[in-house]
């Protein structure tokens, strides 16, 4: 029996409550992404009087604050992910759609800086983190492959350190931005600038 059924529940009415429960849940995430992308500090109370839900709710559905801010990174991920397709259909070298996807993911940054809590956020799950970056991961490492095959990227490092070089700059951007130590806007033309040169673009075209 879940907490949203009672003793009494017939089998027909539990699919039901299943899915008014479902309903609510997803009504208490959307109003989370709405509220913590202009106030990054909301509570659960807040985000319980945005969703028109109670705080015992959004207790139900979401047990803390951190495992509220986990789905909204979740959520933040897949409208991202969308936005990928999307951008990956349009026409252009390995190079152009790279930056196309930097862009996408520093523009969600820069919309929730609530993101910004979750870099900073103590005890979060390694692996929950990491299964979220997984897509973006694959998908580097196949425009960077497809990048070194064509000549676009300096072929020598393996692809895998490029990833994992990008995803560090793009890491230490973010947490500029967090220390204060750099706008959004400076983050973001640094962190091309970084992608560039470690994917040897800038030493290549420099060299013809």
């Not at 009415?13 to 992308?37: G, H, N, Q, T």
């Not at 523009?107 to 983190?129: H, I, K, S, Y």
Request: hydrophobic share 45%.
């Amino acid at each position: 029996m879940t907490a949203f059924e009672t003793p009494g529940d017939t089998p027909r009415a539990r699919p039901r409550r299943r899915a008014d429960a479902e309903r609510s849940r997803v009504a208490v995430l959307d109003a989370a992404v709405r509220l913590l992308a202009e106030r990054p500090d909301a509570g659960m109370a807040a985000i319980a009087a945005a969703a028109d839900v109670t705080r015992q709710t959004v207790y139900a559905h979401f047990g803390t604050r951190g495992a509220l801010l986990d789905a909204v990174a979740d959520r933040i991920t897949d409208q991202a992910m969308a936005a990928m397709d999307e951008a990956e259909a349009e026409s252009g070298s390995a190079l152009d759609a790279l930056l196309r996807l930097q862009d996408i993911g520093w523009e969600l940054f820069a919309r929730n800086p609530v993101l910004l809590q979750l870099g900073a956020r103590a005890g979060t799950d390694p692996d929950a983190d990491r299964a979220r970056h997984e897509p973006v991961t694959a998908r580097l490492t196949r425009l960077i492959e497809e990048g070194q095959a064509a000549g676009e990227f300096d072929a020598a490092p393996p692809a895998t350190w490029l990833v994992a070089a990008v995803t560090a700059v793009s890491h230490a951007a973010g947490d500029e931005v967090r220390a204060e130590r750099m706008s959004g806007d400076e983050a973001a033309t640094w962190l091309r600038t970084a992608t560039l040169d470690l994917l040897g673009v800038r030493r290549r075209d420099s060299a013809t």
